[in-house]
């Protein structure tokens, strides 16, 4: 097993945090172990709390008809939350609740080593970028730290309940699919 396989073995018996009581599944992250893009949202909704995988419900479409409407396939790209496990009802999950998970989210982007890092919704942002991060006013900027770059932008559930941000969402993933171009040219060609 490899590093990220033992994390997940880990997950799976968590109790930090009720939602170890609550959950039909944890929901630890899918996708490459060599990454160029992690996305982050903010916890599993109820498709994922049963299937055990992360945005496979309605928001989970969305995200990938966004992703291949950019040409970035998504099994190209590491999708996991803040949070590993689902909150009652769909509700935020809570200060106590991201702080049990965080380590295991840290874990997953040292294993990982995105060059890219999205951050799916207000609280995945407020998380990883900035607590003053406000998803109308920041989306789609980027920001260093160290060597990765990181931008915010709408939750895909969001956007299912308010459709007028999709013009904002599609120009965060066109910067997106720029950002990309941009790391595989250097890559390409370095020096």
């Known amino acids: 097993m490899n590093t990220l396989q033992v994390l997940e073995q880990v997950v799976k018996r968590c109790k930090k945090c009720p939602l170890g009581e609550t959950r039909t599944h944890s929901v630890f992250g899918q996708g490459p172990s060599d990454p160029t893009i992690l996305f982050v949202g903010e916890a599993p ?3 994922e709390d049963a299937r055990g995988i992360p945005f496979v419900g309605k928001s989970g479409a969305l995200l990938s008809n966004i992703l291949e409407a950019v040409d970035i396939p998504r099994e190209s790209v590491y ?3 803040i949070v590993k496990c689902r909150p009652p009802g769909n509700r935020d999950p809570e200060p106590v609740e991201r702080e049990a998970c965080l380590p295991y989210l840290r874990s997953q982007f ?3 080593h995105p060059k890219i890092v999205v951050a799916l919704g207000r609280i995945a942002a407020t998380t990883l970028i900035h ?3 406000k ?3 920041d989306h789609g900027k980027w920001i260093h730290k160290g060597d990765t770059l990181f931008m915010g ?3 895909p559930a ?3 309940r308010n459709p007028s941000y999709k013009k904002e969402a599609w120009e965060d993933f066109k910067t997106l699919k720029k950002q990309l171009e941009s790391y595989e040219n250097k890559e ?3 020096g």
């Open 110 to 112: 040292k294993e990982l």
């Open 131 to 133: 607590p003053d991060f």
């Open 45 to 47: 909704g109820e498709e």
């Open 153 to 155: 932008t709408f939750h």
């Open 158 to 160: 969001a956007l299912l």
């Open 79 to 81: 999708i996991t939350n």
């Open 135 to 137: 998803i109308t006013r």
């Open 188 to 190: 390409r060609n370095p």
